[in-house]
């Protein structure tokens, strides 16, 4: 068993969760379309400039027109992929019957991460997506701190042939709930992403692949977050673009928003607190908004 240092002042609450993702985009009907009819979401408003969508009334993504904006030149930093967690294999089963049917052209690839099960997929405007699945945290493997993730084969028919109910592949599983799992991020290096993540916002690391990427959680999770320099070693901070808006985080209560900010400060990272919400930007100016969940 995993055991997890957590409420203490330099670290970030157990129950620490994962918020939605904001994304600028270009096209907002397009997108809207992507995220509503191919990855199974909800639209939960439609606002003029924004569509907010989500499962069971909790936001997932968030998306905001903004057509001055063009894309990021390649190699900057910003979003690797945004991972949508399902509850059980025949909802997840569910989105993949649906991207197939409807974005088929938008599959990347598949993986058992021995955690979990995931299928990875591009939006019509060059964002990551993971759809996924957890195995029950009493079969994950921890060693000296760290957990055992891998990247085997996981064949998406196969797995549709598994877990692809007829009332999964009647949408009859649209209405339950999905969240934000993780959110990876594309940074300049690992070294400095660390010293972020774990040392000034209070995440444990989980994994680390070498200079490549690291893995942070709070409670024990596998990872709610990772930085990664696959597509993105040395670049600076980001400019303004379409692609990742804001990354948000959901804290249990106002006490470890409090000590969130008070870290944040101690390290000389402007916050930006408007008495309920604590908004700041990592060494890649890739912001991230903290609130009571």
Do not use: C, K
């Not at 994950?140 to 007829?166: C, I, K, Y």
């Not at 949408?171 to 040392?199: E, I, M, N, Q, W």
């Amino acid at each position: 068993m995993h055991e997890v240092i957590a409420n203490q002042a330099d670290r970030l609450a157990a129950d620490t969760a994962m918020g939605a993702v904001t994304l600028l985009v270009g096209d907002l009907d397009a997108m809207t379309r992507y995220y509503r009819d191919a990855v199974t979401l909800q639209v939960l408003s439609a606002d003029g400039d924004t569509a907010t969508l989500g499962r069971a009334g909790r936001t997932v993504v968030v998306l905001r027109h903004e057509p001055a904006l063009r894309h990021a030149t390649p190699g900057s930093a910003g979003l690797f992929h945004t991972a949508i967690l399902f509850e059980t294999q025949e909802a997840l089963a569910a989105a993949l019957y649906s991207v197939a049917r409807h974005a088929p052209g938008t599959f990347a690839g598949s993986a058992d991460h021995l955690v979990s099960q995931a299928f990875y997929f591009t939006d019509p405007e060059g964002n990551g997506v993971e759809l996924y699945w957890d195995r029950a945290r009493t079969e994950w493997s921890w060693v000296h701190g760290q957990v055992e993730m891998a990247t085997l084969h996981l064949d998406p028919n196969r797995f549709l042939q598994e877990h692809l109910s007829e009332r999964a592949a009647d949408g009859a599983t649209a209405a339950d709930a999905a969240s934000v799992g993780h959110v990876h991020l594309s940074v300049g290096d690992v070294a400095t992403a660390r010293d972020f993540y774990v040392g000034v916002l209070g995440f444990d690391e989980t994994a680390t692949l070498g200079n490549q990427a690291v893995f942070v959680s709070a409670g024990g999770y596998h990872h709610h977050m990772a930085m990664n320099v696959w597509n993105s070693r040395g670049a600076g901070p980001r400019m303004p673009a379409l692609g990742l808006g804001r990354v948000d985080l959901a804290l249990p209560g106002g006490d470890a928003l409090g000590e969130l900010e008070e870290r944040l400060r101690h390290h000389g990272f402007a916050v930006r607190d408007d008495g309920r919400t604590v908004t700041f930007d990592d060494p890649w100016n890739n912001t991230l908004l903290a609130s009571v969940a």
